[in-house]
């Protein structure tokens, strides 16, 4: 049999402990976001029980919209209201009505014109929390704004009333040379606080690291890890 979710996570808490006491950091300020993609609403509502049990607040990370329309009132119909679904994968334009059914936050905007348009589509009254991914490995596969135009973007993204600017997200370089995923992780940080200095005061979070790369996030100032190979095993091919 193998290990349940409620193991898995307990050891990635401790992980995280470890990593955050040797950076230095208090463990209170790193969180863990679960990566949920391709997993079951059982396995999901298992994980959020394991979260909630330790005090913790449960965060899912969804890369598909359609798969948060699944899992977001599946938990509930399973008696759960205490999540926070966000969404981690690349947002089209057509999908934004529905993300914005089924996610409190979106953390992959990249572009100004997407940001204007999920900030159109808010329901007045509503604000948004969301995040600007930005793609320090500069890779070409991977989504997010270049380095360079990050601090433009989120200034402007911090002007439209509908969406709050709560951090930034990144995936660290997909290498072995840790030198390379820490430097990429250590520009997120460098990005967020000339973000700060130059006034945009919540724009706090540093969302990094995954199942691979987590501790040197952390070492680097993550306030949020995203897991999911760690938490709930070798992923089901999508
Ligand atoms: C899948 C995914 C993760 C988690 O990856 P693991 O290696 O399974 O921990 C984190 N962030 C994003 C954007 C992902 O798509």
Redesign the pocket.
């Known amino acids: 049999m193998s290990e349940s979710i409620d193991c898995r996570i307990d050891r990635i808490l401790e992980q995280i402990h470890t990593s955050a006491q040797q950076a230095g950091r208090d463990q209170a300020d790193v969180q863990l976001e679960l ?1 949920v ?1 391709t997993r079951t609403v059982n396995e999901i509502a298992q994980a959020v029980h394991a979260l909630n049990a330790r005090g913790q607040r449960a965060i899912l ?1 969804q ?1 598909r919209v359609q798969e948060a329309q699944v899992s977001t009132p599946g938990l509930r119909d399973l008696g759960i209201a205490d999540f926070y679904p966000t969404l ?2 690349p947002l089209q334009k057509n999908k934004i009505n529905h993300a914005l059914r089924v996610v409190e936050e979106i953390e992959t905007l990249d572009t100004l014109k997407l940001a204007q348009a999920v900030a159109k589509r808010v329901e007045p009254g509503r604000v948004l929390n969301v995040m600007m991914q930005v793609n320090t490995a500069r890779e070409d596969t991977k989504s997010g704004v270049d380095p360079e135009h990050a601090l433009e973007l989120a200034g402007a993204i911090s002007e439209l009333p509908a969406l709050h600017l709560v951090g930034f997200m990144t ?1 660290g370089a997909h290498t072995d040379d840790e030198t390379l995923v820490r430097r990429s992780f250590a520009q997120l940080r460098q990005i967020r606080d000339a973000a700060v200095q130059q006034g945009l005061a919540d724009a706090t979070e540093l969302s990094m690291g ?3 790369d987590f501790p040197l996030a952390i070492a680097e100032g993550a306030t949020r890890v ?5 938490a709930f095993g070798p ?1 089901r091919v999508a």
């Not at 995203?226 to 760690?230: A, K």
């Open positions: 990566a993609k990370g890369n981690i994968g995936i995954m199942s691979g995203r897991i999911g190979s760690m992923r």
